[in-house]
């Protein structure tokens, strides 16, 4: 059992301050994420050392163009994410607790060795969202740091600023999903808001962190030229023109088996639209 960071006790249990939703946990319950349990008083992080699946990747998977490219990476995840999209891709793993997936045992130091074992410069925390399993994810990177790794952050960026900033010294670069610029869309699909994402990709993009961003077009939702103006206006506004972004299409998965997939032509638009309001580098992905 190891106990986790950033809580506070309350009358009835604790209340956790990893993320923007401080989820207040009861004795014997959890919070949104699935893998943080208060017990006796205390939270614990149940998914520490329970990786639910380990991978070798090209760096350009999480997706990353332009950090260390033509590379490959160990991909570590753990279950639990703090959002709900309704489209998850990898709802199976992120959905669920730690004791509804298959899990391997591994310690941080047991991690760090696999990579060098293995011969690749970089760990990339992938696949869910690693602020749920915070406490894991900074023992290995600590440790990855200072053995030379280069260290992936791969998330929604939905998370308070003192854990974010505690992770910063040994953080490399990060691939931040941007849902919509819309925080209704975030509410209502997604189960979170918007404004802490972008003041987390401010921080990291200050703290020196190579930035990469991507934006799932869903049809109908979120595609709209006017939505891809926005999110691109306000990368300029903040001087992000050369950070580069990422179009990824949608397909129905989980709980959204409507509409389509996204059309060709929308990628298309998208990328044209990004390179017109000053985006230097325009990927597509998932195509």
């Not at 332009?66 to 279950?79: D, I, K």
């Not at 790794?149 to 910063?168: D, M, Q, T, W, Y």
């Amino acid at each position: 059992m190891t106990e986790a960071r950033y809580y506070t006790a309350t009358d009835d249990g604790v209340r956790c301050g990893l993320c923007p939703h401080h989820c207040r946990i009861r004795e014997g319950g959890r919070g949104r994420c699935r893998s943080r349990e208060c017990r006796d008083g205390r939270l614990y992080a149940l998914s520490y050392g329970r990786p639910c699946a380990i991978a070798d990747d090209p760096v350009e998977k999480k997706p990353l163009n332009e950090f260390l490219p033509g590379t490959r990476c160990l991909s570590l995840s753990c279950t639990g994410c703090n959002l709900a999209c309704r489209w998850c891709q990898n709802s199976d793993i992120s959905q669920v607790a730690p004791e509804e997936a298959d899990a391997y045992s591994l310690t941080p130091e047991e991690v760090v060795e696999l990579c060098l074992r293995r011969g690749l410069p970089s760990i990339a925390y992938t696949y869910t969202e690693p602020f749920t399993w915070w406490e894991f994810m900074y023992d290995i990177a600590s440790l990855a740091h200072d053995k030379g790794l280069k260290n992936i952050l791969v998330s929604a960026g939905f998370a308070e600023r003192e854990p974010l900033r505690e992770l910063l010294p040994f953080l490399d670069a990060a691939n931040i999903d941007i849902k919509a610029m819309d925080d209704a869309f975030y509410r209502k699909y997604c189960g979170a808001s918007l404004a802490p994402v972008l003041e987390n990709i401010l921080m990291m993009r200050d703290a020196g962190v190579h930035i990469e961003i991507t934006n799932l077009l869903v049809p109908g939702l979120n595609d709209s030229e006017e939505q891809v103006a926005r999110l691109c206006g306000w990368m300029a506004e903040n001087g992000l023109q050369d950070v580069p972004l990422h179009f990824s299409r949608y397909f129905p998965r989980y709980q959204m088996q409507h509409p389509g997939p996204t059309p060709k032509a929308t990628l298309l638009a998208a990328r044209e639209t990004a390179l017109s309001l000053g985006i230097r580098s325009v990927y597509l992905g998932n195509l």
